[in-house]
């Protein structure tokens, strides 16, 4: 079967409204897309609706968000809603940053929730899944990943499940500039996988793409994106700068 490969951003809290612009307009003046990816960027909240101005006009360049309450409205100060995503063109959601659980302790459970009302808006999720060092260290790698995808993915039909993307990010590699050799990296992905089988079925499994991020450049995306279950990256510091966000595209 052959999956949707995407390539996702992350600008996490980097960039003001300035430099998201600039960004934007740096990517679009080389944009190439020579694999025909489907290219996500999500930026800062505060610069949503200027991207997706400056975007709007390109087929493959997709709007998403970095975070979102699982609540359509209400006295939630701080918060943005799923509708407000919508409303701003948002495509897709990232749910489940490790920095989300690690910082925030945002649970499984409540992750659970979010993959659910994003769905609902007819948002794409994608839910991250990964290992601390010290859990890598201590031979946890597959429980805790299975437990992320067992609770957070819990009472989700195959239909759901189909829409749905999944995001590897060894914590260990996020930032710090080490990187899962692609065979380990592949190894995670193809248990991810397996775990998503028995969730639903075989079929549902091999439709879903994951995705693969931890310090992703362009000097590694070809071998990672070379292995049969890596089908994208999710990118961090590698997409604040047009050039290696651009190097990466066109892998």
Partial sequence: MVRK?????????????????????????????????????????????????????????LLGAQNMYPEEKGAFTGETSPMMLK???????????????????????????????????????????GETLTERESDKTFAVIKTQLVEGLAGFSAEQLKKIVIAYEPVWAIGTGKTASPEQAEAVHAFIRKELSDLSDAKTADSLSILYGGSVKPENVTELMGKENIDGALVGGASLKADSFLGIINY
Avoid at 20 to 27: D, E
Avoid at 37 to 54: D, G, H, K, M, N
Avoid at 92 to 106: A, D
């Fill in 5 to 61: 490969v995407i390539i996702a951003g992350n600008w996490k809290m980097f960039t003001d409204l300035d430099e998201a612009t600039q960004l934007v307009k740096g990517l679009k003046a080389s944009y190439a897309n020579k694999n025909d990816v489907e290219v996500v960027i999500c930026p800062p909240f505060i610069s949503l609706a200027t991207v997706r101005e400056l975007i709007k006009t390109s087929s493959n360049l």
């Fill in 87 to 129: 409303s701003v063109g948002c495509r897709y959601v990232i749910v489940g940053h490790s920095e989300r659980r690690e910082y925030f302790k945002e649970s499984n459970a409540f992750l659970n929730k979010k993959v659910k009302v994003a769905l609902d808006y007819q948002l794409i999720p994608i839910y991250c899944v």
